[in-house]
C-alpha cells in the first residue's frame, strides 16, 4: 500500500481537478475532459510499450490514430449502392492489381538473390503497377466520386455497429505498423523517429486525398452512436423522471407550475448530453481498464522482462538467444494497434471523421509529451500523463487568461499590450506544453511516476 | 509543328518547374545545411527547426515594420534585405540561450540523442509559443518593391512565343542569396581553421578534443551558423511565398528529408538534398499535358493531364524518397554519417 501512495495521491489530485472543473465550469465540460483524458490514456499505452517497455520511438501515432479513425468510418457508414455499381469494380480490379504485384514482388525476392537487377526489376515493377493502377482504376474513381457529392461520392462502409471498428482499427494500424516496422525497424533511434513522422504524414496525405475512400476533405459526418441520442432521451419518460429525481430539491422551490416546468426541462436539455457523455466514459473506462490489465500483466510476465532486457541492453539479450528483432516488430505492432483504437473511439465520440484535423502537432507530439511527463515504461505513469497533459491542453488557456489579468491588474483595459495578450491566450498551451516538458525532463527526466521495477 | 514549339516547351518547363524547383530548393537546401550542422556537431536531430526558422523569419518581419514606419526601404528591393542583419543578429541571441539554458546540460551529461531530441520538442512547442503569441497565427505578407523582374506578358511581346516566363524578383533574390551564403559557408568549413576544427570535432569528438579544440567554442560556433541560416532560410522563404507559423512548422518535414537524403551531417550532401527533393516533388506532380502538345504532333496529343502523381501528393513524394533512400543507403546519397 505505502509503496502505491504516490499514484493513488497522484490520481486522487487528477480526479479533484476534473471535479472542480465539474463545479466552477460545468459538467458538461468536465465529462469531455475526462473522456478524452481516457482517449489519451489509451493512445499513451500504445506509445509506452513502444517507447517504455522497448525503447521503439514511434513519432507516426497521427497515422495510426487517423487509420483507427478511417475504420469507424468504414464499419459503421452504410454501403453506397450506386457508388459501388458506379465504379466498383474498378476498384477491386485495382485491389486484384495490388495483390498480383505484392504477389509478385515477394516471388522475385525468394527465387532470386540479392543483386543490382533484382533491385532493378522491383523498382520497375513498383512504377509500372502503380501507373498501371492509376490509369485503370481512374474511370471508376471518378464515376464514385461523381455520385451525390454533397453527401457521399464515396464507397461508404459495411453499416455494422460503430463499435466493432475499435477492433478492426486495431487491425488497420497493426497492419500498417507490421509494413513501417519491415522497413524501418532497423534504423537507430532519431532516424526511425524522423521516419516515422513522415511515413504517417504519408498515411494522411492517402487519406485526405483519396476521396472515394474516405470523402477526403469533405469528412464524413452524422456517424453512429453506440450511445442514445440527446433527442431522444429528451422525450423518454424514465429519463425525464429521473433527471427529475436528481433535481428535486432545486425544483420544489418554484412554485409557479409553467416555471417549474421550464426549468426542469432546462435541466433535461443539460442532462442529456451528461448521460450521452456518461455512456462513452463508461465505455471509454472499460477499455481503458482492460487496456491496463492486459499491459500490466504482460510487463510483469516473462516477456516484459525480456522486452527490459532488449532495451537495455540489445547485444546480451540477442547473445542469450532472443530473437531481437522479432521482438521489435511485435511490439511495434501491439503498440500501433493499441493507438488505433484510440483512434477508432475518437472518432466514434465525435460522430463525425475529418482528415484535415489530423496534425503531427496534436496526435503525435502532444501525445509524446504525455508519454514523458507521465513516466515512460509505467502504465500507471502514461495514463496519469495522459490525463494531466489533456486537462492542462484544454485548460491552459483559462489559467492564463488568470494570470494575464492577475499580473496586468493594475493596467486598463485599453492598453494596447494588455489586449494582445488576452487575444493570444490561445497560444498559451504550447507555452505550458513546452515549458512543462523541458521542466519535467530535466528535474524529474523519469516522470511524474517513475517506471519500477519489483523483483518478485 | 517547328522550332518555335521546341522553345515554347523548353520556356514553359523553364517556367513552371525549373525556376520553381531551384528557388524552392535553395530554400530548403539553407534548412537542411542547418539540421544537418546541428546534427554532425552537437549530435541530436532538432525537431525544433521549422520554428526556429519561423522565430528568425519573424523578427526579420519585425524590424522591416520598424523600417517601413520610419520610412526607410530600399526601393526596388524588399526593406527586408535591411532588416534580415538585425534580426540574425537577435536570432544568434535567441540560439545561445536556449543553448545555455536548456541543451548545453544535456550535452555536459552526455545523454543519448534521444533524449536531446526530446528536449528539441520541448524547444519547438515554446519557440511556437511564443512566435504566436507575438505575432499571431495568421498567414503574413512582408514583400515590398519590385516584384517581377520579367513579366509572363512582356517576355511574351518579348520574343513573340506564346509561353510567357515569369521571373519573381524573390526567385532570383533566393537562388543569389543561397549561393553566396552557401559559398561562404563551404569556404569557412573547408578553408579556415575554425571551419576545418569544426569538422574534425564533427568525425571524432574524443580526437577532436585531445588535440586542443575547445569544444565551447564550436558549440558556439555552429549555434551562430545555425542562427545565419535560419533567418535567412526562413525570410526567404516567407518573402518568396508568405510567412505563417503552421507553414514553417510543416517546412520541418521536407526540410529533414532533405538533409537525410544528402546524408545527414555532411553539409554538402544537404545542400544537394534539398534539390533533390524540390526536384522530385515538382516534376512528378506536374501535368505535363501543355508540354507535350508542344512536341509532339497534333495527332498524338495526350487527352489526359499526363500527371504522374497528383499535387496533392507533392509532400508524400519528398518522403516517399526519403524512405526509399532509408531502404537502399541509409547513409544518404552522399554518404554521410552511418546511423
Redesign the interface.
Known amino acids: 500500500m505505502r509503496k502505491n501512495l504516490n499514484v493513488i495521491a497522484a490520481y486522487s489530485i487528477m480526479m479533484v481537478l476534473i471535479l472542480l472543473v465539474g463545479i466552477f465550469q460545468s459538467w458538461n465540460v468536465a465529462l469531455s475532459i475526462f473522456n478524452l483524458c481516457l482517449i489519451s490514456a489509451v493512445m499513451t499505452m500504445g506509445a509506452n510499450i513502444q517507447w517504455g517497455y522497448a525503447g521503439l520511438i514511434n513519432f507516426g501515432i497521427m497515422g495510426y490514430t487517423a487509420l483507427g479513425g478511417l475504420a469507424a468510418v468504414l464499419i459503421s457508414v452504410d454501403p453506397v449502392q450506386e457508388a459501388w455499381k458506379a465504379g466498383g469494380f474498378d476498384i477491386l480490379m485495382s485491389l486484384w492489381l495490388i495483390i498480383v504485384m505484392v504477389l509478385v514482388i515477394r516471388f522475385i525476392l525468394k527465387r532470386f538473390e540479392k543483386s543490382k537487377i533484382r533491385t532493378y526489376w522491383i523498382a520497375a515493377i513498383i512504377i509500372s503497377g502503380v501507373l498501371l493502377i492509376r490509369f485503370s482504376a481512374e474511370p471508376g474513381i471518378e464515376a464514385i466520386e461523381a455520385v451525390d457529392p454533397a453527401k457521399t461520392g464515396f464507397l461508404g462502409g459495411f453499416g455494422l455497429p460503430i463499435i466493432f471498428s475499435w477492433i478492426v482499427g486495431a487491425f488497420f494500424a497493426g497492419g500498417l505498423a507490421f509494413i513501417v516496422g519491415k522497413v524501418a525497424l532497423g534504423l537507430r533511434a532519431d532516424y526511425l523517429a524522423i521516419a516515422t513522422l513522415l511515413i504517417s504524414e504519408i498515411v494522411i496525405a492517402i487519406i485526405k486525398h483519396e476521396d472515394w475512400l474516405t470523402r477526403g476533405v469533405k469528412n464524413v459526418i452524422g456517424l453512429k452512436r453506440p450511445a442514445p441520442y440527446e433527442v431522444d432521451l429528451q422525450s423518454t419518460d424514465w429519463f425525464i423522471n429521473l433527471v427529475e429525481k436528481f433535481n428535486s430539491g432545486k425544483l420544489d422551490l418554484i412554485s409557479n407550475l409553467s416555471d417549474r416546468q421550464a426549468t426542469l426541462n432546462q435541466f433535461v436539455i443539460e442532462g442529456s448530453s451528461v448521460f450521452v457523455k456518461l455512456c462513452y466514459s463508461g465505455l471509454f473506462l472499460v477499455v481503458v481498464i482492460i487496456l491496463l490489465i492486459l499491459t500490466q500483466k504482460a510487463l510483469y510476465s516473462p516477456w516484459g522482462r525480456m522486452m527490459r532486457a532488449i532495451r537495455d541492453n540489445e547485444e546480451a539479450a540477442n547473445a542469450m538467444g532472443k530473437n531481437v528483432v522479432k521482438q521489435h516488430l511485435l511490439i511495434f505492432i501491439l503498440g500501433s494497434a493499441i493507438v488505433g483504437i484510440a483512434g477508432a473511439m475518437l472518432v466514434t465520440q465525435d460522430g463525425l471523421f475529418t482528415p484535415g484535423s489530423y496534425r503531427p502537432m496534436r496526435y503525435t507530439f502532444l501525445i509524446w509529451v504525455m508519454v514523458i511527463v507521465g513516466g515512460s515504461g509505467n502504465n500507471f505513469g502514461a495514463i496519469l500523463g495522459g490525463f494531466v497533459v489533456w486537462f492542462l491542453w484544454i485548460e491552459a488557456a483559462p489559467i492564463a487568461l488568470f494570470l494575464i489579468n492577475f499580473f496586468t491588474a493594475g493596467i486598463p483595459e485599453t492598453n494596447a499590450l494588455k489586449a494582445h495578450l488576452i487575444e493570444s491566450v490561445p497560444y498559451f498551451r504550447f507555452l505550458m506544453m513546452g515549458l512543462g516538458l523541458l521542466l519535467i525532463m530535466r528535474y524529474r527526466p523519469k516522470g511524474i511516476l517513475p517506471e519500477k521495477i519489483e523483483i518478485k | 509543328m517547328g522550332n518555335m514549339d521546341i522553345i515554347n516547351a523548353i520556356v514553359l518547363l523553364l517556367n513552371y518547374i525549373f525556376i520553381p524547383a531551384l528557388t524552392y530548393g535553395s530554400q530548403l537546401a539553407l534548412g537542411a545545411i542547418f539540421v544537418t550542422l546541428i546534427y554532425g556537431i552537437l549530435r ?2 532538432n ?1 525544433a527547426t521549422g520554428d526556429m526558422m519561423s522565430f528568425g523569419t519573424m523578427v526579420t518581419i519585425l524590424f522591416t515594420w520598424y523600417f517601413q514606419s520610419l520610412g526607410i526601404s530600399l526601393g526596388v528591393l524588399p526593406t527586408a534585405l535591411l532588416a534580415i542583419p538585425f534580426a540574425i543578429i537577435f536570432m544568434i541571441l535567441y540560439m545561445l540561450s536556449i543553448d545555455k539554458f ?1 541543451f548545453k ?1 544535456y550535452r555536459t551529461n552526455k545523454s ?4 536531446l ?3 528539441s ?10 512566435v ?2 507575438i505575432i ?2 495568421s498567414d503574413r505578407r512582408f514583400f515590398d518593391g519590385e516584384k517581377f523582374i520579367i513579366k509572363a506578358r512582356e517576355f511574351k511581346e518579348m520574343t513573340g512565343l506564346n509561353e510567357g516566363l515569369a521571373l519573381k524578383s524573390t526567385q532570383v533574390l533566393t537562388i543569389f542569396v543561397t549561393i553566396v551564403l552557401v559559398s561562404l559557408l563551404f569556404w569557412f568549413l573547408n578553408k579556415t581553421k575554425t571551419g576545418k576544427s569544426m569538422k574534425a570535432y564533427s568525425d571524432n569528438e574524443d580526437l577532436a578534443l585531445l588535440s586542443g579544440i575547445d569544444p565551447k567554442r564550436i558549440v558556439m560556433i555552429t549555434w551562430i551558423i545555425a542562427g545565419i541560416l535560419a533567418t535567412i532560410g526562413g525570410a526567404l522563404y516567407g518573402l518568396d511565398k508568405s510567412f505563417k507559423p503552421f507553414t514553417y ?1 510543416n517546412n520541418m ?1 521536407p526540410i ?2 532533405a538533409a ?1 537524403v544528402g546524408g545527414i551531417g555532411n553539409p554538402f550532401g544537404a545542400f544537394l538534398g534539398g534539390y533533390v527533393i524540390a526536384f522530385s516533388e515538382i516534376f512528378l506532380t506536374y501535368a505535363y499535358k501543355k508540354f507535350f502538345m508542344y512536341i509532339l504532333p497534333e495527332s498524338m496529343e495526350p487527352e489526359s493531364l499526363v500527371q ?1 502523381l ?1 499535387t ?2 507533392k ?2 513524394v519528398s ?2 524518397i ?2 526509399v533512400v ?3 543507403r ?1 547513409s544518404g546519397i552522399f554518404k554521410g554519417k552511418v ?1
Not at chain 2, 121 to 130: D, E, Y
Open positions: 541530436f536531430a525537431f536548456v546540460y543519448p540523442p534521444v533524449q531530441a526530446m528536449v520538442i520541448g524547444v519547438m512547442f515554446v519557440t511556437q509559443a511564443v504566436r503569441i499571431g497565427p512548422f518535414l529533414f528529408a537525410i504522374l497528383s496533392d501528393y509532400f508524400a518522403f516517399s526519403l524512405v532509408l531502404l537502399y541509409p546511423l
